[in-house]
């Protein structure tokens, strides 16, 4: 079943959550001229309902990952959810996502060592029933990682122009 649409209320509190995760709700209410409590009620429905995650987010590099990598991986068919969640066991793998295109999957995935990049695709991926091939692309360096992305019918993109405006 599909979830009901977002109201603004809700889009506005995220987006407040995504300028500061740790912003008080008193805050939240006095930003967006509502009360604190239909704010934490709010707040409260999006997190039960998984819509919302509060996470802190930190440079790879920082927590010890030398090398990251995107790896394109092709998969028998009738395999790819297996494969799936068979490679979101790995705590070194930030994001699993069926594609279309050349690869059925693409992860991406950080590694303490280049070594450890090396075993993981050559030992550890050819151990994985279902894989037929993959490839990698070796991250040089992060440009956005913040993991934000615009709510949707709000105003964004640069200098907060309106999608609206786009050609």
């Avoid at 429905?45 to 092709?74: C, H, K, N, W």
């Amino acid at each position: 079943m599909k979830p009901k649409p977002l109201d603004q209320t809700e889009r506005l509190i995220i987006r407040l959550l995504q300028e500061d995760g740790r912003m008080p709700t008193a805050e939240m209410a006095r930003r967006l001229s509502i009360s604190e409590p239909t704010v934490r009620k709010k707040l409260s429905q999006l997190t039960q309902e998984g819509r919302v995650r509060i996470r802190a987010t930190a440079d790879p590099v920082d927590l010890g990952y030398e090398a990251s990598a995107f790896i394109g991986i092709d998969v028998e068919r009738n395999a790819i959810i297996k494969v799936a969640k068979v490679l979101q066991q790995y705590s070194f793998v930030d994001s699993v996502a069926v594609t279309t295109g050349p690869y059925d999957l693409i992860i991406k995935a950080c590694f303490e060592t280049l070594r450890d990049l090396y075993d993981f695709i050559l030992v550890e991926l050819a151990a994985v029933d279902g894989i037929k091939d993959s490839n990698s692309l070796m991250i040089l360096q992060n440009i956005k990682t913040d993991g934000l992305i615009g709510v949707a019918g709000l105003e964004d993109g640069p200098n907060n122009e309106s999608q609206d405006n786009k050609p």
